[in-house]
């Protein structure tokens, strides 16, 4: 089992900047092979948003691209995401995520993911 424990969220106005934070329990570190982020808006499927593997590959969702960075420190288990240039469309409720190596479709996709912290809010105005 991994329990995972976000912090960072709150509000700002767009243009702005936060930075989340999420520390994983220890563990089995095959279950952190992938950590990542996910947000769900209400009446919104949960989607992808930034993804890194142990093996430091990262993958973004594409509206996030070169606004939002995501990076891990595996001897700390933690994990963040640094997001700037922030959208009103930003706005949601972001969860930290943790799963082990599966083959093949992407890492953005949430089935893949195994363990949820509880979520924080991000309020974007305009």
């Known amino acids: 089992q991994v329990q995972l424990v976000e912090s960072g969220g709150g509000s700002v106005q767009a243009g702005g900047s936060l930075t989340l934070s999420c520390v994983a329990s220890?563990?089995?570190?095959?279950?952190?092979?992938?950590m990542g982020w996910f947000r769900q808006s209400p009446g919104r499927e949960r989607e992808g948003v930034a993804v890194?593997?142990?093996?430091?590959?990262?993958t973004y969702e594409e509206s996030v691209k070169g606004r939002f960075t995501i990076s891990r420190d595996d001897a700390k288990t933690t994990m963040s995401l640094e997001m700037s240039s922030l959208k009103v469309e930003d706005t949601a409720i972001y969860y930290c995520?943790?799963?082990?190596?599966?083959?093949?479709?992407?890492?953005?996709?949430?089935?893949?993911?195994?363990?949820w912290g509880q979520g924080t809010q991000v309020t974007v105005s305009a």
């Open positions: 890194m593997s142990s093996a430091g590959v990262k």
């Open positions: 995520a943790a799963g082990p190596y599966s083959f093949g479709g992407s890492p953005l996709a949430a089935r893949r993911y195994h363990y």
């Open positions: 220890s563990g089995n570190p095959s279950n952190t092979y992938y």
